[in-house]
């Protein structure tokens, strides 16, 4: 209802005229059959109990547009059946968004905690890197099946850092240059300071993920092994990734 701004089907008279739509405000009325065409296809005119909902643009004298929603203990009418295009403008002020998928096309900026309970995908180049202390593949380990009760290759470690990553789209791009079976080790324990290289007890804890549009860019990752002998080293080496532009 263009120059309106919400109403509903009232019941008491005492209200405002039963069979009438009735601007919240009381800036309008309109019989109830005007909203036949639109109300349920076509073929149902709103009675008596029925909640009404416009977006209004009040030319003749509001600052804003309005949009009222009531659902008087109904959730099915407290639904949006269009996409709500925000032509570049913000969303401000939310308590809480849900959605099956969120698709970003620019920067995202969070100021809290992000939960993600079914999928978020990064459209654009974007990268996850660092020490995610998970090595989540068979062969991301010295030993698979002696390693499956140790901290960084137990299965439910494994199988939440692959639901992460599946869950926000990230592509594992040492995986891609690197597949499986061959084996990637970024990280070697102190216990075996001695005889680290000839033992090769090493684990795949330093991650490259980045967004799909920016995969196919990366041309190539290195090791540097050789860092893991120097004096007083890390148990991690460095890992550098190069990404074509």
Same mark, same amino acid.
């Given at each position: 209802?263009?120059?309106?701004?919400?109403?509903?089907?009232?019941?008491?008279?005492?209200?405002? &005229?039963? !069979?009438? *739509?009735?601007?919240?405000? %009381?800036g309008?009325? /309109?019989? +109830? $059959?005007?909203?036949?065409?639109?109300w349920?296809?076509?073929?149902?005119?709103? &009675?008596? !109990?029925? *909640?009404?909902?416009?977006? %209004?643009?009040?030319? /003749?004298? +509001? $600052?804003?547009?309005?949009?009222?929603?009531?659902?008087?203990?109904?959730?099915?009418?407290?639904?949006?059946?269009?996409?709500?295009?925000?032509?570049?403008?913000?969303?401000?002020?939310?308590?809480?968004?849900?959605?099956?998928?969120?698709?970003?096309?620019?920067?995202?900026?969070?100021?809290?905690?992000?939960?993600?309970?079914s999928?978020?995908?990064?459209?654009?180049s974007?990268?996850?890197?660092?020490?995610?202390?998970?090595?989540?593949?068979?062969?991301?380990?010295?030993?698979?099946?002696?390693?499956?009760?140790?901290?960084?290759?137990?299965?439910?470690e494994?199988?939440?850092?692959?639901?992460?990553q599946?869950?926000?789209?990230?592509?594992?791009?040492?995986?891609?240059?690197?597949?499986?079976?061959?084996?990637?080790?970024?990280?070697?324990?102190?216990?075996?300071?001695?005889?680290?290289?000839t033992?090769?007890?090493?684990?795949?804890?330093?991650?490259?993920?980045?967004s799909?549009?920016?995969?196919?860019?990366?041309?190539?990752?290195?090791?540097?092994?050789?860092?893991?002998?120097?004096?007083?080293?890390?148990?991690?080496?460095?890992?550098?990734?190069?990404?074509?532009?």
């Amino acid at each position: 209802m263009v120059g309106g701004k919400g109403g509903a089907m009232l019941s008491n008279p005492l209200l405002g &005229t039963v !069979g009438q *739509v009735t601007g919240v405000q %009381g800036g309008w009325q /309109t019989a +109830a $059959t005007t909203w036949s065409s639109s109300w349920a296809g076509g073929t149902t005119t709103p &009675t008596t !109990g029925h *909640v009404m909902a416009t977006l %209004g643009f009040d030319i /003749t004298g +509001a $600052t804003q547009p309005y949009l009222y929603r009531d659902n008087h203990g109904d959730p099915t009418l407290n639904r949006m059946n269009t996409a709500i295009d925000m032509n570049n403008n913000d969303l401000n002020n939310a308590n809480a968004v849900g959605a099956a998928t969120v698709t970003t096309t620019g920067d995202a900026t969070i100021g809290g905690n992000i939960t993600v309970s079914s999928g978020y995908a990064y459209v654009g180049s974007a990268t996850v890197v660092g020490d995610l202390n998970v090595a989540p593949l068979e062969h991301d380990v010295w030993s698979h099946k002696q390693m499956l009760k140790v901290v960084s290759h137990t299965p439910i470690e494994c199988e939440k850092l692959t639901a992460a990553q599946k869950a926000g789209g990230w592509i594992d791009t040492m995986r891609v240059l690197t597949p499986e079976p061959a084996q990637i080790f970024t990280w070697w324990s102190y216990r075996a300071m001695d005889n680290w290289l000839t033992s090769n007890r090493g684990r795949r804890l330093d991650h490259v993920w980045t967004s799909d549009a920016l995969a196919g860019q990366v041309s190539k990752i290195k090791i540097a092994k050789d860092f893991r002998g120097y004096e007083k080293p890390s148990d991690h080496v460095p890992v550098t990734a190069t990404v074509e532009m």
